[in-house]
C-alpha cells in the first residue's frame, strides 16, 4: 500500500495490483529513482502476499506454517524500507509548490 501511495502522489495512478515488482515498475517508468535494495525487497515480499490474501494458492498448506520467525523478521525489516522510500516520495510531492 505504500507503494501505491507514492504512485498516487507521483501520477493520480491507482494501480490495480499488489504485486511489489510491478509497482517499482511503475514508479522507475514516472522517472522515481528507486534503490536495488528497494526494488529487491518489493519483490521478495511478494511471496508473502500470495499466501496471506489467498491461502488457496498455497494448494492446501496452512501458511501459518510457511514463515518461520526469522523470515518474519526480514519481511517486517524490508516493508519498513519500502515504507520509509514510499514515504519519502509522498513528502516529497507534498513539498513541492503546486
Known sequence: MALKAALIAVADDHPRTHVG???IRELIGLGEMVP???A???DRLDIYYMGSRYPDA???ADPRRMVGESD???AIERARAIVTFASSIVERIA???T
Open 95 to 97: 513539498a513541492e509548490p
Open 40 to 42: 529487491d525487497a518489493a
Open 21 to 23: 515488482e510491478h509497482l
Open 36 to 38: 536495488k535494495e528497494i
Open 58 to 60: 498455497l494448494g492446501g
Open 72 to 74: 518474519a523478521i526480514v
